[in-house]
């Protein structure tokens, strides 16, 4: 059967991306930091201005054409999002500014649930994201909160994370795919370790969908978080996946209009899951843009589009062997296109300065994950990410700048 997916080409898709024809210090931009941010195809960019150009009004609570059709719209992305995770039903799926307020929103609708003493367990490769929300439970419940280890070559200890669990742990929450070591983390061999303790089980996403499909029900999570500028959408929108009783069991973070059913001078009920979560105007526009890019995107097999990543991540990894100085942070047997390193006795910032100056963008830093970078007794990492337009001659590009930038800083 013939499959109804586009040829996979490379350049065919780079011309989809007016940005790419930039130029940096008068080089051709080599855009390699999209676990950062990725750039937007003409699909993403029309659609917003579409949506701009001929339709637009509030949502939920006009009774007017417009007010209609953007209503539609809206809820036609959250239908997309609903459909891209594989998540039961539409009403499954909350609109978030992105994955940080995602996260935010599950540690604070939790709170009730937590008592003095009670774990929760998340592990030393996880985004400031998904650790900062639990140090809030820590800080105003008194929760303990337990990291599980990782391995010099940035595997999670599965062994002690197994022994970590007990009647005591009330939740679970772990990166799919690590933003810094690009690890992708056996989420389905966990999750029934997590569910026969009784303890929710979260996942942060982010990096994940954007390079490999999910399917939420047969991962077994309770919770499923991603975020839309990653997967070449909009930035300000994101999306929490809930099961039907998590969502039911969560406070609200937000009050105001549209997440209320009745409001009284005594006391205020409840609109039912998502709406319960979405008070306020939400983010229309960048949901329509999220749910234009899940469309563009899945229009590419995801098979070839791993390959494909994967293809530069190696092409570039092997010319990188070759610089005496680097050295990868990074190297699970099961990675996605995410590209760590640290040439020896240079200063990460200067090795993204000097790759800039070629029209090569990486990002240099803790990358928003200080404990990892204490685990690993390093104070930062510079770091290539690899999306879906970028090249071999890219690839090539990277080796040549550090190259140049080993012999400049050694
Ligand atoms: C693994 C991971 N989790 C969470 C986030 C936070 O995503 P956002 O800034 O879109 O909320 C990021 C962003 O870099 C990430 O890489």
Redesign the pocket.
Known sequence: MASNYKTFDVEAIRAQFPILTREIEGKPLAYLDN??SAQKPLAVINALKNQMETSFANVHRGLHTMANETTAAYEGARVKVADFLGAPKTDNIVFT???????NLVAYGLADEIEVGDEIIISQM??H??IVPWHFLRERKGAVIKFVPVSDDGVLDLDALKSMLSAKTKVVSL?H???VLGTVNPIKEIAPWVKSTGAIFVV?G??AAVHMPIDVVDLGVDFF?M?G??LYGP?GI?ALYGTMDMLERLRPFNGGGEMIEDVFETHVTYNDPPHKFEAGTPPILEAIGLGAAIDWYRQYDPTDIHQHEMAVYYHALDGLRDINTFKLIGDAPNKGSVLSFNLEGAHAHDVAQILDKYGIAVRAGQ??TQPLMTRLGIHSTARASFGIYNTLDEADRLVEGLKKASHFLS
């Open positions: 676990a950062a500014r992105g994955a940080t307020e995602a996260l996880e985004h994201s998904n990166v795919m690590s933003n942060d982010t990096q978080c975020t500028h990653k930035t994101g990358h928003c």
